[in-house]
């Protein structure tokens, strides 16, 4: 193997990996990486009514990580639910790795609910550790990088390891994924020929770490379909990773605007801030580098100077100690409340009186969506991916990312002129409507329907 490139070697390797971890015992000599897996496909066919493989579709198998109720997790929980009325005699079973929270009681009554298997989640008890150790001696991105890269990567090998035999006792005849491990679930669908949808809610190249990137790209190349949320993701994914065009389109994520309307009217217990004549800020992100929170807080203390104001930010993750740092040393940790994630923003949606993204990067951020739905004001960073595809021109003012002069300019001029902030509401309240439940399911039936016979287009399709 010496005279072959790095990229063949860790092929080689990943495959033998994938060998071990995926197939113990007498089917260890099984090639993963081939085009089909015969003896495990007849297996399979033999335990499985004829149907679903004539094209009717009797059960769906949905597979994601977690259900923590972040933008991706509740696309699909609406998606799920608008699927669950219009299709109630098809059998849908929703697979986890990580058992669900709050939101397990808006899981659909007819859908089922099962685990990968019965081992911790690996950001909890395998990782745990490792980043608490890179955490004290390493710099932040650095530390950041190699924890989450060994998280996916075990996560990946899990996947791999485990969903053979979870979709033998399950037996559907079309797998779903979202979110984290749709490479693996696409690399053993394909070995068990099941047909395959992936759902890619991230920019693989931001939200994927190390080795796991391009074990990432290989596994959804071998999907029956593959389903961007965004135009530009889609051409990423067409051009840049190699997926074929044929098996790529665009599809919006939904809003369940009648469900949000009956959010909004819940009650919020934050009492804070006790200044009812200030305008309230409202950031819903992660805290991690790619949401831009540090630019937000500079550019906040600018708009400070200007008039008061408070800023209010919700969510979780690695850099709360940071910001909470920066904060004091700006000098504004009085006008900034930093809240954990809540399970249901809109109450604080309704109590807001604008709203504010510095994301860095972002793929059709769902709270975006939410925020112009509930009528709010936006201002947003003009990120590289979808600022423009989750925003119209009258519904938003975007500026550079990371200049934190042109957001503080924005969001003054948004707060000093209360008749732009209605008319930016009400454009958004009329952009959002676009992206309704009813819209997405009909993609999805569609898309559907095409995989189990009909024939696709050459070029991506925006099914939006």
């Known amino acids: 193997m010496e005279n072959l490139s790095t990229k063949r070697k860790l092929a080689y390797l990943s495959t033998a990996i994938c060998k071990l971890l995926c ?252 200044d009812s004549t200030a305008p309230l800020l409202l950031n819903l992100a992660r805290y991690y580098p790619e949401k831009g929170l540090d630019v937000l807080l500079e550019a906040f203390a600018l708009l400070l100077r200007q008039r008061p104001a408070y800023l209010l930010l919700c969510g979780d993750g690695p850099e709360l100690p940071r910001l909470r740092a920066q904060a004091v040393c700006l000098g504004i940790s009085q006008q900034v409340k930093f809240l954990s994630w809540v399970a249901d923003p809109f109450p604080l949606l309704k109590r807001a009186g604008l709203f504010v993204l510095a994301s860095r990067w972002e793929v059709l951020s769902r709270s975006l969506l939410e925020a112009q739905a509930a009528g709010l004001a936006v201002v947003s960073t003009d990120h590289p991916l979808s600022a423009r595809e989750a925003v119209s021109e009258s519904s938003a003012i975007l500026v550079p990312v990371d200049d934190p002069v042109a957001l503080a300019g924005a969001m003054a001029r948004v707060l000093n002129n209360p008749a732009l902030a209605a008319r930016m509401g009400t454009a958004g309240k009329k952009y959002a409507a676009r992206f309704s439940p009813q819209r997405q399911i009909a993609a999805y039936l569609g898309l559907r329907q095409r995989l189990s016979g009909e024939s696709g287009k050459t070029t991506p399709q925006v099914l939006d």
């Not at 997790?73 to 669900?100: C, I, N, W, Y």
């Not at 020929?193 to 931001?206: A, E, K, N, S, T």
């Not at 961007?228 to 190699?242: K, M, P, T, W, Y």
């Not at 959010?263 to 801030?273: H, I, K, M, T």
Request: a positive charge.
């Open 23 to 274: 197939f113990p015992g007498q089917e260890r000599g099984v090639k993963v990486s081939g085009k089909m897996v015969q003896p495990m496909r007849q297996q399979l066919l033999a335990s499985c009514p004829a149907s679903g493989r004539q094209g009717l579709i009797q059960h769906e198998v949905h597979f994601c990580y977690n259900l923590a109720g972040y933008g991706a997790d509740r696309s699909m929980l609406t998606l799920l639910q608008g699927l669950a009325k219009h299709e109630p005699q098809v059998r849908r079973t929703l697979l986890l790795v990580k058992r669900p929270g709050a939101m397990r009681a808006e899981l659909p009554t007819n859908l089922g609910l099962e685990m990968l298997d019965d081992e911790p989640a690996p950001d909890e008890e395998h990782t745990g550790w490792i980043w608490r150790l890179l955490a004290r001696g390493l710099p932040f991105r650095l530390s950041h990088w190699l924890w989450m890269a060994n998280w996916q990567l075990r996560l990946h090998y899990r996947v791999l390891r485990k969903m053979p035999h979870r979709l033998r006792e399950l037996c559907p005849d079309l797998v779903v994924s979202h979110t984290y491990g749709a490479g693996a679930t696409a690399i053993v669908c394909q070995a068990m020929g099941i047909p395959c949808i992936v759902y890619i809610h991230g920019w693989l190249r931001r939200h994927t770490y190390g080795p796991y990137r391009w074990l990432t790209v290989r596994g959804i190349r071998r999907a029956s379909h593959v389903v961007a949320i965004s135009r530009v993701l889609a051409d990423d994914l067409i051009g840049n990773q190699g997926v074929p065009a044929e098996r790529v389109s665009v599809q919006y994520g939904s809003l369940d605007l009648e469900d949000l309307k009956a959010r909004l009217e819940g009650q919020d217990s934050l009492d804070w801030p006790s």
